[in-house]
């Protein structure tokens, strides 16, 4: 099947010839980073996790959210998901690859990634994330290359491989809510230290990820050949609709926990994202711009005429998809860190290194996602041929 992904017009060349420049660029920067430290980063003291881990952190999401066309079609039976379910599984191999890749590059010395291994610990929940995250990617390489290779021969995939589909699905809640933990298990940290932290990840989770997959079916409409279906599509928007409205609502709940107990130690976080705290409101226009986008998504998602017209459902899905990485990103890490518990505030910004070399991995990301649409939406018309 891999020979699908060498084969193509001029503009899936240029394609994957931008992304190979930006992946070098991002490589030859890392490279720098390497040899000066991570000082090069926006990162200090007060804040030790920034833009890589809040890109981590938003991409567990969205490989995640890759469950809500596998639990329907495997666990209920709704064939219409069908067509899409590879393009979803495939979805989240890229971005579990992107996740890995972050905290790599996150790590300052990638050798010690090893240490998890060398030095187990079950105690630890950075050790379960390693767990969650490699054995996800594994199942979803196993179940997708398979599925697509019987698809292509025309049988039913092969029946060991019912067992790995079913444990797929707790397995990519497991991969969310054992990131959360890795936040809420930090007593120090009052912004992230909540039982609902797990709950709202989640829900962002099955908002981003959906809304992604809803975008890349436009593009793939478009582009090829190969027609996801206009119902799974409404039927992806509906769970997009609920997942972001049900998000919204966890973030309304935090609020009113922290300014009706009036504790200072969560207030504080939210006086600085929303309206600046001591003079320091860095980041107050981004978190504004995030619910207002997440706002508008739901008014539009919610609304079945609107909801219906695709070049409405389509801004409805780019505007939710930024306001969540930006509330889930920016905001959840710079949250956490600022103020610190001592409450003195040290506003954390990505340089452009930082940047740059998260631009490098999310164009390894899609670099990796379009080799994988190309097999799979190559065997699906090959197939229909």
């Known amino acids: 099947m891999l020979e699908f992904a060498f084969k193509g017009s001029k503009k899936y060349y240029g394609w994957m010839t931008g992304l190979l420049v930006l992946i070098g660029i991002g490589f030859l920067v890392y490279l720098k980073q390497l040899d000066v430290g991570l000082g090069i980063t926006g990162m200090s003291r007060d804040v030790s996790w920034g833009f890589y881990i809040a890109n981590f952190t938003f ?36 971005s579990v690859v992107m996740c890995v890749t972050f905290i790599l590059v996150d790590l300052g010395q990638p050798m010690r990634v090893f240490n998890v291994f060398i030095y187990m610990s079950p105690n630890s929940v950075l050790f379960w994330d390693t767990v969650v ?6 199942l979803n390489l196993i179940i997708g290359w398979n599925v697509l290779e019987a698809e292509r021969n025309g049988v039913h995939y092969q029946p060991w491989l019912k067992p790995l589909i079913y444990l797929s699905i707790p397995w990519a809640v497991s991969i969310h809510t054992v990131t959360a933990y ?43 050949h190969f027609d996801p ?14 997942a972001i409205c049900v998000n919204v609502f966890f973030l309304l709940c935090e609020v009113f926990v922290a300014f009706y107990s009036k504790i200072p ?32 998504g739901i008014v539009l998602l919610v609304n079945p005429v609107t909801r219906k017209n695709e070049s409405v459902l389509t801004v409805a899905c780019i505007v939710i998809f930024i306001g969540t990485y930006i509330d889930k990103g920016l905001g959840m890490i710079s949250g956490g860190f600022v103020p610190n518990p001592l409450h003195h505030i040290n506003e954390y910004w990505p340089t452009l290194p930082e940047a740059m070399i998260t631009l490098g991995i999310w164009a390894l990301g899609f670099l990796i996602l379009t080799v994988l649409f190309k097999m799979a939406i190559g065997v699906k018309e090959e197939v229909r041929a």
């Open 265 to 296: 130690e969560h207030t504080d976080h939210l006086k600085y994202l929303y309206a600046g705290l001591h003079g320091h409101n860095l980041l107050v226009p981004w978190m504004w711009a995030s619910l207002i986008l997440m706002a508008i």
């Open 229 to 242: 279906g206009k119902e799974q599509i409404q039927s992806l928007a509906k769970i997009v609709a609920y």
């Open 133 to 138: 995250l490699q054995g996800y990617l594994l």
């Open 59 to 94: 991409l567990v999401g969205v490989a995640a959210g890759g469950v809500m066309v596998v639990l329907p079609y495997y666990l209920h039976d709704y064939k219409a998901f069908g067509r899409i379910t590879i393009l979803g599984e495939f979805l989240a191999i890229a």
């Open 182 to 224: 890795l936040y809420c298990g930090l007593p120090g940290r009052g912004f992230w230290m909540t039982a609902i932290l797990a709950p709202r990840f989640l829900a962002s989770a099955f908002a981003a990820g959906p809304a992604l997959l809803i975008l890349l079916c436009m593009i793939v409409r478009k582009t090829t």
